[in-house]
Structure formats: C-alpha cells, structure tokens
C-alpha cells in the first residue's frame, strides 16, 4: 500500500518521530488522503497548510511549527521513484495515546495564525515542522518509493504524541498552532458512533478543506470505520448546486455542514438525496427556522458544538429527539462547566461562560506557553485535570441541555470558519494610510454575515489598493466587505467608543471614484441595477470587483439565480469567480445571448453545391 511506503520514506527520509510535524500543502485529491494516513503511520502528526493562503501566513506556520517536511507535489514526485524500495505492509507502531495526531493554527490578534504567501510561510516557520508534504516533495517521493515495502510499519505511537497541528485564527494578528494528541482523537471517535448516528451509513462526504478540524471526522472518522470516502473537487465545494448534484450522484448517507450553506441550499429549493441518512450541522450557531426545516426532514440531523481545542466537537443535539433548539448535552468523556466571573457554578436558567473539560482537551498551543496557561486553566473542581476558558457564553435548561448565548469578545464565526477580529484590525493598522480602525461583523438578510472595517485615515485613501495588501497577509475569508471612512469614533458617555453609534455602512461604504467606470450598454446597466440590490450599494461601476465590494460564496449563489432569470441564459458560480466584475460578466451574457439568435436564426445548406 503506497501509505505504508510513504510512511516509511518519511522514517528514513526525515527520521520521522513522535511529536514531529509533518505539513501537507496540496490540492484535494486522493494523494491528500494518502498523505495523512502516510504521515500519521510514520509516527508524526501532520499539519494542514492551504495553499491559498497568502505567501506570509504560510511562510509563517512553516517556521512556527518548525515541521521536519512538507509533503507538496515535488516532494511527492521523489518518493514516487524510490517508494519500491520500501514495504507496503504496516509499519511497527511508535505513538502513545497522548502523543499528537494534529495541530491546526488558528488565527491571532497580534498579526500573525496563532500554530499566511506571507500567512502559509508565518505557518510553517511557527510550527518547525520537519517536512511539508506539497507536490513538490510528493515528486521526489514517487521517484524512490519501489525502495519502500507496502506492508504496514511498525507502530511508533503512544496515546499522548501528537496526532495533528491546525493552526487558527488567533487574537495576536499570527495563528495559533491546536495540538491534538492521539487520545483526544481516539475519544472523539468513540462518541462518533454513540452520539452521531454514523454507525449504519456505509458513505461520507469530504467536503471540508483539511484546514478545519471537522474534515478529520470526515477523513479519519470515515477511514478507521471502514466507511467509503467521497472526497470532492474544489470546483464542487464553490458550487451549491454541482455540490449536490455530486452528493445526490454519488449516494451520499453521511454529511457535514455549515448554518450558513444549509440555509442557501434551502433558499435555493435544493433537495438533499433520498440516500442520505444523517446530516451533521455545525461551525456556528443554527438559527430557529433551520431547526425546524430539519425536524420535518426524513433524515436524521444532528446540532453540533465545540472549538477546535476540545477536539473537534464536544456537544450533540438529537434535532428530531429535541424539544428546542439548543447546542445539546456533552459527548461521553466531556464535561461542561457554566462558571460566574469569580469562577463558581451558575444553577440551571443563569448565564456564564462555558468551561470544557474531558479527553478531548487538547495538549495546548503549539510554541506558545502563555496563552496555553491563559486558556487551559486548573481544573478547580477535579484534581490534575486543566479546562478550556471557550470564552462562549450560555446557560443549562431544564432538560439537560446546554443554550448558547454568543460571545462577549471579538472572536466570531462566519459560514463556519472561525476568525479573531483582533487579527483584522492590527492588519488595518499596519498600513500607512490608516491612523485607526474598528472592525465588527453585521448582519445582512440577503449577504448573510459581512466583516465592516471602519476607518480613520493618514492621507489618502484607495479601497482596491488597501484590499490587495490585506490579501498578502489575510486569507480572503478575513478581508473587509465594507470600509467606511469617518473622521472620528462616536462615544459613549464615558468617553468609550460607541460601536452601536457606528453609522449603517450600506449607505457609507467607500466606492473608489478612480475605480468607478459608467456603463456603456443596456446589459451592464441591468447588470448594474442587479448588483446594487443584491450588494446594498448605492454606486457600482463596471469595474468594480463582486468580491471587494461585499461579495462572497453564500450571495454569489442569489446573484447568479437572479441573472439567469434577467437574461434567460445559462450561468453558474464559476462564471463569476473567472468574470468577477460587470464588464467581464456582460460580455459572458452578449456571447451567449448571441449564440442562442444565431443559432436560431441558422439556415440548412445543400451541401451537394459545394
């Protein structure tokens, strides 16, 4: 098997230990999947890298994680020409139950992922992996890997070595680095089965970039329980309808999702296959009307809750058992706690903050001993046992179960991904022009959440110039919908800035003038008046970027819905991630209003007068 190989050319190639970080930046495929399970028989823990993060970020987690490699494409392609020199049978096993399985890098108010270009080498450099497995790396694998024996390697691993890093957003402006140990991820998978309805499906989507905890219960949930893996594209995963048309043509009876994409599929009258069983819902809080569309589903559904450092998810609400929405009861081997600001319990029906205890707490942040003790505190109620500080709020119900309640910080959760707005704002003002910034998230009925900078300036300001340099140090999830300029913060009585007082950016948002280019015929006109209904912008210009100016994935798909009606042609999400402003847009939909006349309009010829 070409992931016992792998295993064993890192062993020999990297000298592969417990604990050691290997990263993996490469495209969704199987290789993807191979190369997790490579890395994790080899005994190290593997670190997730986009690759479209910005160059600094990735620069970034390499260095912080210090990982001995990175698993790409190239490294891939040198293991290819030796791996038959390695066993295919499974290597002897090396890890313990606490040692790490992961590390994901969340983001960090300070500038930098806590654990982007620039981010993907901020990474990187963090974590001090060993190796980074691209296709780079893979090429040099694919060279040696006849070398290598397909039998499985021998095992390495005990229960407290790391199983994976993932870095996420963090307060500092850099990520930080998750560490998951074995016996996290073991606990996990024990409640997999007990609590998440999988143990009759014999399919699961993987439909989460590798950069997000949830896909692990995606790949390895799936893999270690003999379920089939349906991994899809990227092209899919942009596109709600190809997504489920694929789910639907692939018999799905296993799947993951956000709020935010569940309400899209159902704005946009998409019914899910007859194949599917259950539905995990999860990534941000689930709103009434989702609940009750789900109720009424045949399928099973299930609420789910909990940060990436307690391992994935630590709370589970059967949605067709419930009798109200909330984020459930703990998993097995999981305690909550609901503690005052003094740190005592708070009886059923009184709001505090959620403290998480249990086997899924992970080891800490990766090279960061401080906030490892800020967030992993001392178990006050159970000795030599620490709790996560979630800085969530909520309250116990009567029966059980646990209301979430928000966040008193600037932590936020938009279509799933999780981001510190802290890590926003110091990217704000590190530019020249800006002398300060608020950043908040509003909430739109048609655009769903959108991230609103508001700004006080240097010198003068250009929107498009300012988007580009946040996008080398941001991933673009991060970047601003909206900037408003203001001269000064309202305040409070107290002489404290007023985020309530901010003015509505729908009718102060900045439209760059010298990006602002008028409409030269009836379509881009249409087309104009469209996007300023679907957007909430006053002036938009042909030039203007649907991405820079409040666009994203989720509104992309009504914008796309509301054109082919206008225009009676055919169009979907990709269209408008390759023609991403109007007069590139127009000229897709005068191409194919033309060919459909023409095409019409078209005369048989006799070819016996040629």
Request: proline share 3%; charged share 25%.
């Amino acid at each position: 098997m070409k992931k016992n190989q792998l295993a064993r050319y890192l062993r020999e190639r990297y000298q592969i230990q417990a604990d050691d970080l290997v990263g993996i930046k490469l495209d969704r495929s199987e290789l993807m999947i191979v190369s997790i399970l490579g890395i994790l028989k080899s005994g190290g823990a593997y670190l997730p890298i986009d690759m479209n993060y910005p160059a600094e970020r990735i620069a970034y987690i390499e260095q912080d994680s210090n990982s001995k490699a990175v698993l790409d494409q190239q490294e891939l392609r040198k293991f290819d020409v030796v791996k038959d020199n390695y066993s295919k049978e499974n290597p002897e096993k090396v890890n313990q139950a606490n040692d790490l399985v992961y590390v994901i890098y969340t983001s960090g108010t300070t500038g930098n992922p806590k654990g982007v270009a620039e981010r993907i080498a901020y990474i990187e450099q963090d974590s001090n992996s060993k190796a980074v497995l691209d296709q780079q790396e893979l090429r040099k694998f694919d060279a040696v890997k006849d070398n290598y024996s397909k039998e499985n390697p021998e095992k390495v691993n005990q229960a407290n070595d790391l199983v994976y890093v993932i870095y996420t957003s963090g307060t500092t402006g850099n990520p930080k680095g998750v560490m998951i140990e074995h016996r996290n991820l073991t606990s996990f998978f024990i409640n997999l089965y007990l609590n998440f309805k999988l143990e009759e499906i014999q399919s699961i989507a993987c439909s989460t970039n590798i950069t997000f905890d949830i896909s692990v219960l995606e790949i390895l949930g799936s893999l270690c329980h003999g379920k089939e893996l349906i991994l899809f594209s990227d092209d899919e995963l942009k596109d709600p309808v190809k997504f489920m048309k694929q789910v639907h043509n692939s018999n799905i009876q296993g799947l993951q999702t956000t709020p935010s994409r569940l309400s899209q599929l159902y704005q946009l009258d998409i019914k899910f296959p007859q194949s599917l069983k259950v539905l995990l819902v999860g990534g941000e809080s689930l709103t009434n009307s989702l609940y009750k569309q789900l109720k009424a589903e045949t399928f099973e559904s299930v609420n789910v809750y909990g940060p990436t450092e307690t391992t994935i998810w630590s709370s589970v609400l059967d949605i067709k058992k419930s009798h109200g929405l909330s984020i459930g009861s703990p998993l097995y081997n999981e305690q909550f706690y609901i503690l005052d600001n003094n740190g005592n319990l708070l009886p059923k029906g009184v709001t505090g903050e959620i403290f998480i205890g249990g086997d899924g707490l992970a080891r800490g942040y990766l090279n960061n001993k401080k906030l490892t003790i800020d967030r992993f505190i001392t178990n006050p109620f159970e000795a030599n046992t620490k709790l996560y500080k979630t800085g969530d709020y909520g309250k116990w119900l009567s029966d059980g179960t646990i209301l979430y309640e928000g966040r008193r910080d600037d932590q936020v959760k938009i279509r799933g991904k999780r981001i510190e707005l802290g890590e926003i704002y110091n990217a704000l003002i590190g530019q020249n022009n800006i002398k300060d910034a608020i950043v908040i998230v509003e909430e739109d009925a048609v655009t769903g959440s959108v991230i609103v900078a508001y700004v006080l300036l240097n010198q003068e300001f250009d929107v498009t110039e300012l988007s580009s340099k946040l996008k080398k140090t941001l991933p673009g999830y991060m970047i601003p919908s909206h900037f408003v300029i203001l001269d000064k913060f309202p305040l409070n009585k107290s002489g404290k800035t007023d985020k309530k007082a901010l003015p509505n950016y729908t009718y102060n948002s900045i439209q760059n003038e010298t990006l602002y280019v008028a409409p030269n015929n009836e379509i881009e006109e249409r087309l104009i008046e469209i996007w300023k209904k679907h957007l909430k912008q006053e002036k938009i210009g042909i030039k203007h970027n649907f991405f820079e100016i409040g666009g994203n994935s989720l509104n992309a798909i009504g914008l796309i819905t509301k054109i082919k009606s206008e225009f009676n042609i055919e169009l979907d999400i990709i269209n408008l991630f390759r023609d991403v402003n109007i007069e590139e847009l127009a000229e897709e939909i005068s191409n194919q209003i033309w060919q459909k006349e023409n095409s019409s309009n078209s005369v048989e010829i006799d070819s016996t007068i040629i």
